[in-house]
């Protein structure tokens, strides 16, 4: 990137005032230049809030995170609708954003403020910004989750951020214009690109040191590392192609030829295909990883940056600066089967699952229950999921069979009633964890039959309804058994022969001759 003296031409043809921030000379950049001319208009101005979408339980459905570069927003999509469900208020001029492995949080590069937003995805809030260096564009979180590493194309360092606080553990210096950052499957090395020097450094994240630098092609822009780790995809703007690195010798091996202005690249989940942004050509290349040849090419919108998949591997979807959408690709076809509007400048794109809850509700008891005399059942509830609950309340509900009645229902921190056999609470319940167990005391009635069968059921708190069955054996109780002898089987004695036959006293009337 070159500092330019003088004034630019914006995207509407207008001049943009030079701040004496170092401008990028490739074409992803020059948004930045349209960009900071609106940003110059709004210094003066409030931006009115946006409002709060109303809550909505996780799922797990992956959501795509946009960067609008020219709104500082963050638009949400649901991929499986292809709607936008929530838009974020970040920093200014936000570049690219990247989900944690546990889709927990999204990490946004601020470009016009030197900061990262940290988004809760449960939420859709930001709950941190975080200092970095200048104008800081790429970012990737390591296969651990446990770092962020940011390119600081303005002060051509990578910032090292600690997930677990939020603060910036290291600064590395690279090449000149560091753009573009990834990792490889182990979590050993990163790869950055180094716009200005065109040169690819890798880092040690052991020691975050520089190990290696790689030439490459002209301007290169972002990477993606396949998922075997064998090898790194680099898009290279003003050369028009695509570089691929050998990871085990970190030489380039092949050189790809590929559209106008290539910037954003992304890797197939099965590795078997690269996809490519051409910005210029307003079009996505498809490289056949296996032969390293450009096999389809896609129309998308106009000005393509960004570049994502969903995690099975069936959709990509790609940022279209200029037209203000993202195109939705079928990786089966290769066609473009939906446009998404999205808010101004979009660049930037990552997919994510967040973390969401999953309720089950076991019920158990001790032994054979037995007729006429009090048994327990005991209900718990446990998240499964990979996120907490939500503020809805959780209830469970039992439905005791026949010759079942209850006695008594309670719980702690739960809020029962006997004669709905429901309970209810409200408090979240963090992954693999249980609330405290349900008692139900029931009695077994004499005409209870021998096997009965128990259910019950857990909904809300942001979960899909749960249901549980158990099974349950009924013995015959000798307070039963007694109640049955007495009101069946026992009949008046009646004197008469017997009594004669062992010599005892008739008490038959005699015969009246």
């Keep these: 990137m070159i500092p330019h003296a003088g004034k630019e031409p914006g995207p509407q043809g207008g001049p943009v005032p ?24 709004l210094a003066g101005l409030s931006l009115p809030a946006l409002a709060a979408a109303p809550a909505q339980a996780a799922a797990p459905t992956p959501n795509a995170y946009v960067t609008n570069f020219n709104s500082n927003t963050v638009s949400v999509i649901d991929t499986a609708t292809n709607t936008v469900t929530d838009t974020i208020t970040v920093g200014a001029a936000p570049f690219t954003v990247a989900v944690t492995p546990d889709g927990a949080h999204a990490y946004v590069t601020n470009f016009g403020s030197t900061t990262v937003s940290v988004i809760d995805t449960a939420t859709n809030t930001v709950t941190t910004t975080i200092t970095v260096g200048a104008s800081p564009v790429g970012v990737a979180i390591t296969p651990d989750g446990n770092h962020a590493y ?14 677990a606080t939020n603060t910036v553990t290291d600064t590395i210096t690279v090449g000149a214009g560091p753009v573009g950052v990834a990792f490889t499957p182990d979590g050993t090395h990163a790869y950055v690109t180094n716009e200005n020097a065109n040169t690819v450094s890798v880092i040690d994240t052991a020691t975050n040191t520089v190990t290696d630098t790689i030439t490459v092609g002209t301007t290169p822009a972002f990477v993606a590392i396949t998922p075997d780790g064998t090898h790194a995809y680099v898009a290279n703007e003003n050369s028009n192609d695509v570089s691929v690195i050998d990871t085990a010798t970190n030489t380039v091996t092949a050189t790809i030829p590929v559209g106008n202005n290539a910037v954003g690249v992304a890797i197939t989940p099965d590795g078997t295909h690269a996809y490519v942004t051409n910005q210029n050509s307003n079009t996505v290349s498809v490289i056949d990883t296996a032969t390293n040849t450009v096999t389809d090419t896609i129309p998308v919108g106009t000005t393509p940056v960004g570049v994502a998949f969903t995690p099975d591997g069936t959709h990509a979807y790609v940022a279209n600066r200029n037209s203000d959408t993202v195109s939705v690709i079928d990786t089966a076809t290769n066609t473009v089967t939906t446009t998404i509007p999205v808010s101004n400048g979009p660049i930037g794109v990552a997919i994510g699952t967040p973390p969401f809850p999953s309720l089950t ?20 509830v446990t998240n499964h999921g990979t996120g907490p609950t939500d503020a809805t309340t959780v209830t469970v509900t039992d439905a005791l069979p026949t010759g079942l009645t209850p006695v008594s229902l309670r719980g702690t921190g739960w809020a029962c009633t006997r004669d709905t056999l429901t309970c209810t609470r409200s408090d979240t319940l963090a992954p693999g964890r249980s609330y405290p167990t349900i008692k139900l005391t029931v009695k077994a009635s004499c005409s209870a039959p021998k096997q009965v069968t128990n259910t019950a059921t857990v909904t809300g708190g942001g979960s899909t309804p749960a249901t549980t069955t158990d099974p349950t054996t009924i013995k015959r109780g000798k307070c039963c058994e007694k109640h049955h002898h007495n009101g069946r089987h026992h009949k008046k004695h009646r004197p008469g022969k017997h009594d004669a036959r062992h010599g005892a006293p008739s008490k038959q009337q005699p015969h009246h001759r």
């Design 361 to 380: 509700v076991t019920k158990t008891h001790r032994g054979a229950f037995v007729q006429g005399k009090r048994n327990t059942y005991r209900i718990t």
């Design 150 to 163: 940011v390119a600081n194309f303005g002060s051509n360092t990578v910032s090292v951020i600690d997930t």
């Design 18 to 41: 030079d701040r004496g921030r170092p401008r990028p000379r490739l074409g992803i950049l020059r948004l930045v230049i349209g960009a900071l001319a609106m940003l110059a208009i």
